[in-house]
DNA sequence: TTGAAAGCGCTAACAG
DNA sequence: CTGTTAGCGCTTTCAA
């Protein structure tokens, strides 16, 4: 591998010099800087970054723990941080932790000798050990999509409570009086979050939600199809659904028309997230969309600006969700 | 940052003996090794991966390279290589290239300054720039699902002519005689090979197949909308059709019953690479799966091997595709 | 079995 | 404006 002084000796200068060009740190001859130039083309040079990096104590890279990375919300999540750190120059490294927190502390660990720049993450169930591994380093740690209440690392996340509200104002706006949810894991904190403003909402609009409308599960399709079949085979009476993400509600939609009734016809669906798939279902989904796109800018943007030794405005940045309306809570479908 | 020469100190040793005890390279006195041992635990010691990489001339790292993330067939390709990657110990950076190739280069171009062990990806457009990168370094490349099919460079992908077999063949054995398609982009090698399969036994069982039954696009939702849409606009009669992949299966689906045809009672469709939503769609989507985790697991198994010094066996390993049965090609449903 | 010393490729004082 | 020098944190001869 050619090196930097192979450069200086092709050039005839030395290895600062060479650096200098490269780093545009300092002033050159407009002559040194041509024979530098030319020197480095001539053998196609390229920096070694690794080298760069243990003499600077810092990298061009951060990383990035998704609980599952196929999820077709986590990979949305994946696609914007990529872009906002590309948009950096920053490299991403990325970790699928399978929500196990062992994996999550060996990936931390990982990216803590390497001496990235930053680690967001989407917090998986154990919190002690992350939150002691980011107090014995400088590295700056921030939460994306899945917090705790009450987190001891900075974080961006949804205002999940407003979801809620959302959800449940919509399904009565369309006209529904008996409404089910079928819900994640209440041991995740936005599930309770999303579930307390559902309920909520329906309560301030005289809707009452007795235990047997709500089916809780995980953010699984299985999911779905499990709560609308109790539903049904409970003989709930039910004219509307909220789903806490897309897969619920697409399992829930596929099991009520297979058990003969029809979506939205006799019955409203709606979903969250918006999933790449809600918009392709048939029918499609009327669903609450995550301002993603910001969320992730906002997490690289905090580590970015850490690393270049800015301060850091707010512990806490909590988005607004909004509704985003289609056929499966439509008036009526010919379907 | 306490380093190895921290350690080195507090255990009364040389940084050698403690870098010795790290790597197991050496034999070192039970006594000491304790020692060594102990201070570590107590400094909460981590070696710094970049120096140790400096030095070593290799990194835990490989680079993975796809078109476009949040799609639901790359999001299962970065799954499982992180999967696979992850159970060697090596971390994945990851890269979306957008289909640019000018991203593509840039992407290899950082990844082959920080001296990652291989490189994985899927073929953007233009050839000769990469392959004289390629030329250029010893590091490993390998490209996935998307190859030339002259490929310059080691590849793993899928036999996409069989693919076209196996589609045409279950469209007749579901009784279709008047089946149409919907393509990708025929600049790209895999979708012409999937075509001329896909005629070749459609061919074979003496059906013919006229150009207004070939709807040419790309690889999206969109594009089997416009598909099935010319198709009832032009009035072709058809009982079958394939689609290139799922999400243009899903477009034509979903255009079919919004224009009063359904599936599979009216027509029968399918698609292809069994992406997540595929069978969560209703009706589910009969498809033509890629051994995407083999084809994940073999490519990062090149770059281990070669990475260890290890030869290589094959230069082009090509893995079978097979069908998955599911309603959208059933022979009838109550829908 | 252990230590001393050199060096991976780079940058940044410090001189000049 | 440019070169010399030291050193980032680690591994690995080479000697002892």
């Not at 609980?67 to 196929?70: H, L, Q, R």
């Not at 899945?146 to 987190?151: L, N, S, Y």
């Not at 997230?273 to 798939?277: A, E, L, M, T």
């Given at each position: 591998m050619t090196s930097l002084k192979d450069v200086a000796a092709l050039a005839g200068v030395s290895p600062s010099t060479v650096s200098r060009v490269i780093n545009g740190t300092m002033f050159v001859t407009e002559e040194t800087r041509q024979r530098v130039e030319e020197a480095i083309a001539s053998v196609n040079y390229r920096p070694n970054l690794l080298a760069q990096s243990l003499r600077l104590k810092a990298t061009k890279n951060i990383g990035l723990l998704v609980?599952?990375?196929?999820h077709p919300s986590f990979d949305l999540i994946v696609k914007h941080i990529e872009e906002s750190a590309s948009r950096r120059g920053l490299n991403l490294l990325i970790f699928n932790t399978h929500n196990d927190y062992l994996r999550e502390a060996t990936a931390i660990d990982m990216l803590l000798r390497q001496k990235i720049n930053g680690i967001i993450f989407s917090r998986v169930s154990d919190e002690s050990h992350v939150v002691n591994m980011s107090r014995s380093t400088d590295t700056p740690m921030v939460v994306i999509d899945?917090?705790?209440?009450?987190?001891k690392i900075p974080n961006v996340i949804l205002d999940n409570y407003h979801s809620g509200v959302i959800a449940a104002e919509h399904l009565i706006d369309c006209g529904c009086t008996r409404i089910a949810t079928i819900t994640g894991n209440f041991k995740i904190g936005l599930c309770r979050e999303r579930h307390q403003g559902f309920i909520d909402a329906l309560g301030k609009h005289g809707l009452e939600i007795s235990a047997d409308m709500i089916h809780e599960g995980d953010f699984t399709y299985e999911n779905g199809v499990r709560g609308a079949k109790r539903f049904l085979h409970d003989s709930v009476q039910f004219d509307g659904i909220w789903g806490h993400n897309d897969l619920i509600a697409a399992g829930a939609i596929s099991t009520l028309f297979r058990m003969?009734?029809?979506?939205?016809?006799?019955v409203k669906v709606m979903g969250m997230?918006?999933?790449?798939?809600a918009r392709m279902y048939y029918p499609s989904i009327t669903t609450i969309a995550q301002p993603y796109k910001e969320m992730c800018e906002r997490a690289v943007d905090y580590i970015d600006k850490l690393t270049s030794g800015e301060s850091i405005r707010e512990f806490r940045v909590e988005l607004a969700p909004h509704l985003v309306v289609r056929e499966s809570t439509a008036k009526r479908n010919d379907r």
């Open positions: 609980p599952e990375i196929a899945r917090a705790f209440h009450d987190e003969g009734r029809s979506v939205p016809n006799d997230d918006d999933v790449g798939f």
